[in-house]
């Protein structure tokens, strides 16, 4: 069963305007971490921000925050202020810390362009 | 080092083919994993090891994968009789412990395209 919906396949933004990436769970778990990757055309998988189950402030890093609503089981990320480097896939992950494995598993994608 | 190298970066080979891939993670990382992304999906995780064992290996899609890590640094993901199914980008990742909050941090992938 999928466990990382993310059900926007592409998004447009305008430069310097705010985006809002869609990411739910599904989890009988009461602990686990929630994140979320960049992937530019390059292919390098890189890191932008991490939000625990029980942090009960929204995680933020610089223009990413995360937009957490436990009850809902959504874990949105919000990029503001958009830039032109900002044009990549971006995958949501989750790791459930009482499962075996401590691997992420991956949403599908979010392909974000970003245009002047 | 600096960061996760991996090699080769693109390997073609022919269908039945045996293949080799290396991964060297960052120094002192303890826990490697092994994901394969396939064109327009997200890493479908494979294999991960803590040390020298492999603690989760229930993503290997068959019994033609196999990966291993003999001395708890360098690990080599295996793939024997190769099919064209089996192309796709292969993703190396390191992490410094197993814990929750524990960021995983990718190589560049190893680019497999079987003809």
């Known amino acids: 069963a999928q466990k990382i919906t993310q059900t926007q396949p592409g998004m447009f933004v305008q430069e310097k305007e705010a985006v809002t990436l869609d990411c739910t769970y599904d989890?009988?778990?009461?602990?686990?971490?929630l994140f979320w990757y960049k992937q530019p055309s390059s292919g390098e998988m890189i890191f932008l921000i991490y939000?625990?189950?029980?942090?009960?402030q929204n995680a933020t890093e610089g223009r990413y925050s995360l937009n957490f609503q436990k009850a809902r089981k959504s874990a949105n990320l919000v990029i503001s202020a958009s830039q032109l480097g900002d044009s990549a896939m971006y995958f949501c992950?989750?790791?459930?810390?009482?499962?075996?494995?401590?691997?992420?598993?991956f949403g599908k994608g979010t392909s974000l362009l970003v245009t002047p | 080092g600096a960061g996760v190298s991996q090699t080769p970066s693109n390997k073609v080979t022919e269908k039945g083919k045996y293949v080799e891939l290396r991964c060297d993670p960052i120094?002192?990382?303890?826990?490697l994993y092994w994901y394969r992304q396939s064109l327009g999906q997200g890493p479908e995780f494979l294999i991960y090891?803590?040390?020298?064992?492999?603690?989760?290996d229930s993503g290997l899609p068959n019994d033609r994968f196999f990966a291993v890590r003999p001395e708890g640094s360098v690990s080599t993901l295996k793939i024997q009789r190769t099919e064209r199914g089996d192309s796709a980008v292969y993703l190396c990742?390191?992490?410094?412990?197993?814990?929750?909050?524990?960021?995983?941090?990718f190589g560049a992938g190893s680019r497999l395209t079987v003809l």
């Open positions: 990742a390191s992490s410094p412990a197993v814990s929750g909050a524990n960021v995983l941090t």
């Open positions: 989890t009988s778990d009461q602990s686990y971490g």
């Open positions: 939000q625990g189950s029980y942090d009960e």
């Open positions: 992950a989750m790791r459930e810390i009482t499962n075996s494995g401590y691997a992420l598993n």
């Open positions: 120094s002192g990382h303890t826990a």
């Open positions: 090891f803590q040390g020298t064992g492999a603690a989760d």
